[in-house]
């Protein structure tokens, strides 16, 4: 789980532990990743808290290697790291744009090519991407042109790697995540844990919730 934190990062990683897979969670802030880890543990999964931030190459590839030396190729890899902040139309500069880029893209890319070989190689695995913004937003400029782009990213991946056995998909959600409303985090869990147990004749490359 990249982007680990109280609310789909959370849910989606206990989804997962509750069945019994062992679960690598990463996030930015030391702190976050521990709480989540440790309410991850009363399930009694194999739980391991990893800090990295996204946005930095070398970190996000490092703690990947970590997981999978601990854990091996993993069977499922979610990508819900997002930059969400509000900004207008020209609002941000440059350097604005690209930092927001770097983590509501670039990180699910660089987190593609590091473990999509390994599963390719082995003929199988699933590779999930939180997204939103389906319709984009003038007050949300950097998350809908980032929103956009992943979800361009994982039509390329699953062009590139689903005729070797890797499922790519992206689960939209088009509300703000609360629990107990139409977006509760546990709701939106369930559609990752689908999505990885969904035969391949059947493989759905898009969920909006």
Same mark, same amino acid.
């Given at each position: 789980m990249?982007?680990?934190?109280?609310?789909?990062?959370r849910s989606v990683a206990f989804r997962f532990a509750v069945d019994g897979m062992p679960v690598a969670v990463v996030g930015r802030s030391r702190p976050t990743v521990d709480a989540v880890a440790a309410g991850i543990r009363d399930t009694g999964a194999d739980v391991l808290g990893l800090a990295a931030?996204?946005? %930095?190459?070398?970190?996000? $590839?490092?703690?990947?290697?970590?997981?999978?030396? $601990?854990?091996?190729?993993? %069977? *499922?890899? *979610?990508?819900?790291?997002?930059?969400?902040?509000? %900004?207008?139309?020209?609002e941000l500069d440059?350097?604005?744009?690209?930092?927001?880029?770097?983590?509501?893209? *670039?990180?699910?890319?660089?987190? +593609?090519?590091?473990?999509?070989?390994?599963?390719? +190689?082995r003929g199988s695995g699933t590779f999930l991407v939180t997204s939103g913004m389906p319709e984009p937003k003038p007050g949300y400029v950097s998350l809908s042109l980032g929103k956009a782009g992943v979800r361009t990213l994982a039509e390329l991946l699953d062009l590139g790697y689903r005729d070797v056995g890797v499922h790519v998909a992206t689960v939209t959600v088009a509300g703000p995540v609360a629990e107990g409303t139409a977006w509760d985090p546990d709701d939106i869990a369930e559609h990752y844990w689908r999505l990885h147990h969904q035969p391949r004749e059947a493989w759905t490359h898009e969920v909006v919730h």
């Amino acid at each position: 789980m990249l982007g680990a934190g109280p609310g789909i990062g959370r849910s989606v990683a206990f989804r997962f532990a509750v069945d019994g897979m062992p679960v690598a969670v990463v996030g930015r802030s030391r702190p976050t990743v521990d709480a989540v880890a440790a309410g991850i543990r009363d399930t009694g999964a194999d739980v391991l808290g990893l800090a990295a931030d996204v946005a %930095d190459e070398d970190a996000l $590839r490092a703690a990947l290697r970590t997981a999978e030396e $601990r854990f091996g190729v993993p %069977d *499922v890899v *979610v990508y819900n790291a997002a930059l969400v902040r509000p %900004d207008a139309l020209g609002e941000l500069d440059a350097a604005g744009q690209l930092a927001a880029w770097k983590v509501n893209v *670039v990180g699910a890319l660089t987190a +593609a090519a590091q473990v999509l070989p390994g599963m390719a +190689a082995r003929g199988s695995g699933t590779f999930l991407v939180t997204s939103g913004m389906p319709e984009p937003k003038p007050g949300y400029v950097s998350l809908s042109l980032g929103k956009a782009g992943v979800r361009t990213l994982a039509e390329l991946l699953d062009l590139g790697y689903r005729d070797v056995g890797v499922h790519v998909a992206t689960v939209t959600v088009a509300g703000p995540v609360a629990e107990g409303t139409a977006w509760d985090p546990d709701d939106i869990a369930e559609h990752y844990w689908r999505l990885h147990h969904q035969p391949r004749e059947a493989w759905t490359h898009e969920v909006v919730h």
